[in-house]
């Protein structure tokens, strides 16, 4: 077996911002719209759910607007993936206090209540004195007109934006500053078999142990860093480019770069820690590339051991392994 640890910190600008608006559709349920794109991370899908949980609606009422256009899409700092229940989730959340307080001014107008008297909640506007009386949201984010056709209130549209505050660059010096708004961190452990007569090798288990602040979708951030895990264990056991002696790829194309296939994956083991950041929407950290990180110390470290060398180049193949001396030996972590 072998072990690693890792932290990793965003490195965005010092001003990094985002945006989110949210519409009402005639039904009442919602479109979120914002500038994040989905490359794989589930995060639309955690927006989602984070703007459900505010409103104290059904996560189905609410329809993330795909795909991003940045004509008319709100202002999100990059195409990243960890950083976006931190960045577009405050976004988001700023654009639902809007959109909640919209809302309370037209209940209270057409309830005959004060504003800090109206409860919102399953696609509902009502008032804590009197829950039986209410007004669904498709009968009240457009204004909202009585019986008699008179009409009060205003259209409900939410809007909400975030920039990064408190960040700065590193000084040359002294390697001073704070470059990230939160921390991850986490350990994995990568168990293989060994022949030590052919230097091949079977990797049995990886897994990993994340500090993710809050788990809010667990089974994606499940699968999120498994599939980190197997691009982690593929590039460090297979993955390689060779060149010629002018510097020129030996690979002519993609064919002939091995990739871990199907079949030859370990069993993945996720578990998670729950440590809230308090400048976070829901206390969530960055997630996502996580998985990959400390997966080619790990198992560097776990051949180590099986093989009796210090193996320090990647990737590890059994050929690599085999011409590795053993006088080069040494103890490993």
Not at 126 to 152: C, H, M
Not at 203 to 221: L, R, Y
Not at 260 to 273: A, C, L, N, T, W
Request: aromatic share 8%; hydrophobic share 40%.
């Amino acid at each position: 077996k072998g072990a690693a640890c890792f932290w990793k910190t965003p490195n965005p600008p010092t001003d990094a911002i985002s945006g989110a608006f949210i519409t009402f559709n005639p039904d009442g349920s919602l479109n979120l719209q914002t500038g994040v794109v989905e490359m794989g991370s589930n995060g639309q899908t955690h927006l989602a759910q984070m703007l459900a949980e505010k409103l104290k609606i059904d996560a189905d009422q609410v329809h993330v607007v795909i795909p991003v256009d940045t004509k008319t899409a709100p202002e999100h700092w990059k195409t990243v993936a960890s950083m976006t229940e931190y960045m577009a989730g405050h976004a988001v959340m700023r654009a639902a206090d809007d959109l909640l307080n919209q809302l309370r001014s037209n209940g209270a107008q057409a309830l005959g209540c004060s504003p800090d008297d109206i409860e919102i909640a399953y696609s509902r506007v009502y008032s804590r004195k009197n829950p039986e009386q209410f007004i669904a949201f498709k009968d009240i984010a457009g204004g909202y007109k009585s019986n008699t056709g008179e009409s009060v209130g205003e259209p409900v549209l939410g809007r909400g934006g975030f920039m990064l505050k408190g960040l700065s660059m590193l000084e040359p010096q002294t390697g001073h500053g704070r470059t990230g708004p939160d921390w991850t961190l986490g350990a994995q452990v990568v168990e293989v078999e060994a022949d030590l007569k052919t230097s091949a090798y079977r990797v049995i288990n990886a897994s990993t142990v994340i500090d993710v602040g809050k788990v809010i979708n667990p089974e994606a951030m499940r699968a999120m860093i498994a599939g980190g895990m197997a691009m982690g264990i593929s590039l460090s056991s297979r993955e390689g480019f060779a060149y010629d002696h002018d510097g020129i790829p030996k690979l002519p194309n993609l064919r002939t770069y091995k990739l871990m296939h199907i079949g030859q994956e370990p069993d993945y083991r996720v578990g998670f820690v729950e440590t809230p950041e308090t400048r976070s929407p829901y206390g969530v950290r960055g997630f996502s590339e996580h998985g990959i990180i400390g997966i080619p110390a790990a198992f560097g470290n776990a051949l180590s051991a099986a093989f009796g060398k210090q193996l320090m180049t990647l990737p590890l193949t059994p050929e690599t392994i085999w011409r590795t001396p053993a006088e080069d030996a040494s103890d490993t972590v």
